[in-house]
């Protein structure tokens, strides 16, 4: 047997923050690492609203995996699709009958919108979760003001310049803000039969305020931001049905139907579906998101070699409250349980994880934010700068931190957003958007 | 009747170099302008092959139509698709039953790939003129690589590592010779299974020289540059059949099949089908190639009103022989029938239309290309910088072209290309590219 096969094999299953950190907080270790994901790119998921709403290209925020991990000489890349895992022999199945082996796991895996039992809706109303969902709300946003501009009804137009927005947490008020600045600032001219400024943007929330994460007075400085952008703020609502060209909601125990064509969906998330594999359908182990709740060294009990971190572990710290899903967590766990490996490869033990909270940001528009930084609330301009500044500083890679901050600076001093195209129209000979 | 209404009516169908350009030189006119384009982007189609081979993102060279002629007053943008045209009544049916009435009408509507009766063979060739092709080539030349890195066939790996380009026309030197920089350079060192610079690269033209358009002496240092960046130059080859994995030449009388997963297609373009509708399917006023032959003000014999311009146009010049598909072409003549559409209004006259000649380029890879001005001929580095800055200046739009020029530089200085992402994978829920 050679030296290499004898190396501590560790399979790290996604390309995420948590997975990623992981592997790069092991390039120096004594292991052999195979990540596997079934795209070949590390998405920045904080910034895939702007994708959304033309401001920045897909590669302005993603970067191969490959080239990230490039100094990582003990990692193998590989795009594929894991479709089972056995924690017994210890063995990750992928597609086209790949096996890998493993003494330690890191399960990264992430999660995917959550419709609550309505999946129909999905149709209607895609969420933002990878790239191509991105291009396919910055299609029907950009198709919707050009269907407006040739439409020669006015209940029609009202329907297409009418966008809803379901969910008030930090993607939901980003997109519904930047919807708001693009009708107000970037378009205000450009159109002949219509004012972009008279369409109707709204955000749905389900609980009695937006951003419910942050505090109180925060949520109130972040509706009167979204106010000032244009943006009706309906919390409280509760979603019952939506369909090709409305959503219909309960406000108040009043039933109220908005005829509109675009819906996007921002208000729920669920664990991917590795979860419920890897505790092997015993539902005690997962929580109401099928997030797979862990021990205090981020393991699965009972299994001290599988680990579970980012958006699919519910670690419960010592609050009691689970940690959200943000990068922060994502990347303090990946090096975590790379610390964790390399410890017991010689033997030493290690404290059980603690999350150190950096604070929390979320983003209106231009010059608008709000951020909690401890006992610290900020907003407004200040709030901005710290958000653009901490986004800027996470992005992977030189080159793509320098564009995008020249794109957001052309953008902030012209109210332009450079990557206003419509993309991903389906047919390729005849390329035009059918929907 | 309002004043509005009494202008002169000019239909543009296409906002490529020639429609935009035209409406651009009508800024000021006393006209009424509608311009048809059924995307909603002008596409800077001399750096598409930047896009099919990740150094750049859609967006850098393309932008909203409505953006560019934000300034003209006087002109709708609409983005519909030109079904029918009728020169009697001066009708423009478009989709949806839109219908336009012109006093003059500009058809620039371009060209499309012609595989030469072989229709077939578009399923595993691709073309390169849309941003969806683009896309599409990327994820094939990508992901053959991510196939190859799992493949535990030799056999397999060899044609999965094969890439053929046909066509040595100045778009096909451009991507082979990318190819090989990425196989040679930018991915050299970021798989475990197989060493990228054994990947075969074949560019293959039916005339017995690549960029038969330049001088030949151009046209050896072209084949040159290329066999330096480990592409095979099979001149005088013709195609005689493709299908999934394999492509079958005719080199001097012999066959050879090659095979390939990823065949790309670089060798013909056929002109838009607008041309047969107009010619009122009147083959002898169409070329072999499907282009309309214009007469000395580039207007449809007989039809002082209804021009053709760009790549759908065949104007023979003094030299007998059709000015070729290039932008400058198109947009010389988009100029000069705005300005003879000018003249007419108040009863002038306009000399024919004479293209001036500015030279012509081709670019093979870093610090390599070829040119010709006049009777100037010029090749490697110096050709190259002429070209970077020819390309940038042509550009639309100033932060379009600082952009490139930022990724451009990082991509001379550090071997890197930005934008290595598959995307563009059809299935949303499961995005996981499946051929």
């Known amino acids: 047997m050679t030296e290499q096969t004898e190396l501590h094999r560790v399979v790290i299953i996604g390309g995420g923050f948590g997975g990623l950190n992981a592997a790069k907080?092991?390039?120096?270790?004594?292991?052999?690492?195979t990540l596997i994901d079934k795209r070949n790119l590390h998405l920045f998921q904080p910034l895939l609203y702007q994708v959304a709403t033309g401001g920045l290209s897909p590669a302005d925020i993603a970067s191969p995996i490959r080239a990230i991990l490039r100094k990582n000489k003990n990692t193998r890349t590989i795009m594929a699709e894991v479709k089972d895992i056995d924690i017994e022999s210890q063995k990750v199945f992928m597609d086209d009958d790949r096996v890998a082996d493993y003494d330690s796991l890191i399960v990264a895996a992430g999660s995917r919108h959550h419709y609550f039992g309505h999946d129909d809706w999905s149709r209607y109303a895609p969420g933002l979760k990878t790239i191509e969902e991105a291009l396919d709300i910055r299609r029907r946003i950009l198709s919707a003001f050009e269907k407006a501009e040739l439409s020669e009804d006015d209940t029609a137009r009202r329907q297409l310049?009418?966008?809803?927005?379901v969910g008030g947490g930090p993607t939901g008020v980003e997109l519904a803000?930047?919807?708001?600045?693009?009708t107000r600032y970037t378009i205000s001219r450009e159109y002949s039969?219509?004012?972009?400024?008279t369409a109707r943007i709204i955000l749905v929330e389900g609980q009695t305020r937006i951003l419910p994460a942050f505090d109180q007075k925060l949520s109130a400085k972040a509706a009167i931001s979204l106010e000032?952008?244009?943006v009706e703020v309906l919390s409280g609502s509760t979603v019952t049905s939506i369909d090709r060209n409305s959503i219909t909601l309960v406000v108040n125990d009043k039933t109220d139907r908005i005829k509109s064509d675009t819906v996007l969906w921002a208000?729920?998330?669920?664990?991917?579906?590795?979860?419920?594999?890897?505790?092997?359908?015993?539902?005690?182990?997962?929580?109401?998101?099928?997030?797979?709740i862990v021990d205090s060294s981020l393991a699965l009990p009972g299994y001290a070699n599988v680990f579970v971190i980012g958006d699919l572990a519910n670690y419960s710290h010592q609050t009691g409250e689970p940690l959200p899903g943000l990068a922060p967590v994502a990347i303090q766990q990946g090096k975590y349980v790379a610390k964790l490996i390399k410890a017991k490869l010689t033997n030493k033990t290690v404290r059980a994880f603690r999350y150190v909270d950096k604070g929390n940001l979320a983003t209106i528009g231009r010059s608008r934010a709000v951020g909690q930084i401890?006992?610290?609330?900020?907003?407004?301009?200040?709030?901005?700068?710290?958000w653009l500044f901490v986004h800027l500083m996470y992005l992977v890679g030189f080159e793509n931190r320098?564009?995008?901050f020249i794109q957001w600076a052309w953008n902030y001093f012209t109210w332009n957003r450079s990557a206003r195209i419509i993309t991903n129209v389906t047919t390729i000979p005849d390329d035009r958007p059918k929907n």
Not at 177 to 182: A, C, M, P, S, Y
Not at 374 to 386: D, E, H, P, T
């Open 402 to 404: 320098l564009l995008v």
């Open 374 to 386: 401890g006992n610290l609330k900020v907003s407004g301009l200040f709030a901005w700068l710290v």
């Open 267 to 292: 208000a729920g998330v669920k664990a991917s579906s590795l979860g419920r594999i890897i505790v092997k359908n015993d539902l005690s182990l997962l929580d109401s998101s099928d997030r797979v």
């Open 25 to 33: 907080a092991l390039r120096k270790a004594p292991v052999r690492i």
């Open 161 to 165: 310049l009418t966008f809803v927005i």
């Open 228 to 230: 000032e952008l244009g």
């Open 177 to 182: 803000g930047t919807v708001g600045e693009i």
């Open 193 to 197: 039969s219509f004012d972009p400024k």
